[in-house]
């Protein structure tokens, strides 16, 4: 179910989706993937059972990824039970993601907090099927991501991964097109943008994200 960036179409991932609306609007407008948040610290957070019951609203569509900070196997193996999750995507080491890859026989995408050009992983680790390119976290953030943060899009510039990565932070239907043009990103994932209230989607949004982040296309 997973996205090939190699058939040209720019991915989108909707990431912390917790109501029907927005799950739906993900549905119907195409994203990718969507996103479900198991950090008990963040305004998106959802229980398995929740993201069950949303999840099943439709079959097949978009991969549903399960995001994680620094789980634990009882975490992962609990979530899991409660729902069926096509991707973990995980803060954590490159040893910890290749292992969790390994003991759960799921695909692992790994976020990658970037300050600076020399932050830009070289590679990819094994048993990682994609990085995620977002901003370092702000000192006084309660959560690693999902903060509308911006990366400075100018330090991608030439930086050209030979394995899959998405870029995220701080993107919304306004900004998202000219980040894509900037980094090449082949795949983008957005939370606070497409919000009008913490942790509550606006399918309007979803709409016009999915629209402008693929109205990019590149000659090569
Ligand atoms: O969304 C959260 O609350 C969250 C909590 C803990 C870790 C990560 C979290 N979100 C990550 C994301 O949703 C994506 O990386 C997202 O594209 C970036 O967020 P945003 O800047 O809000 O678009």
Known sequence: MAHDPASGARGVKICGLTEEAGFDACITHGADWVGFVFFDRSPRCVTAAQAHALSARHTGGP???GLFVHPDDETLARVLEGVSLDILQIYASFERATEVRARFGV???LSQPV???ADLPAHCPAGVERL???PKPPASATRPGGNAQQLDWGLMK???PTFPWMLAGGLNPANVAQAVAITGAPAVDVSSGVESAPGIKSPDAIARFIQNARSVTFSA
């Open 63 to 65: 991969a549903r990824v």
């Open 107 to 109: 695909p692992v995408w």
């Open 115 to 117: 300050s600076a050009r």
């Open 132 to 134: 995620l390119i977002e």
């Open 158 to 160: 030439g930086w050209m």
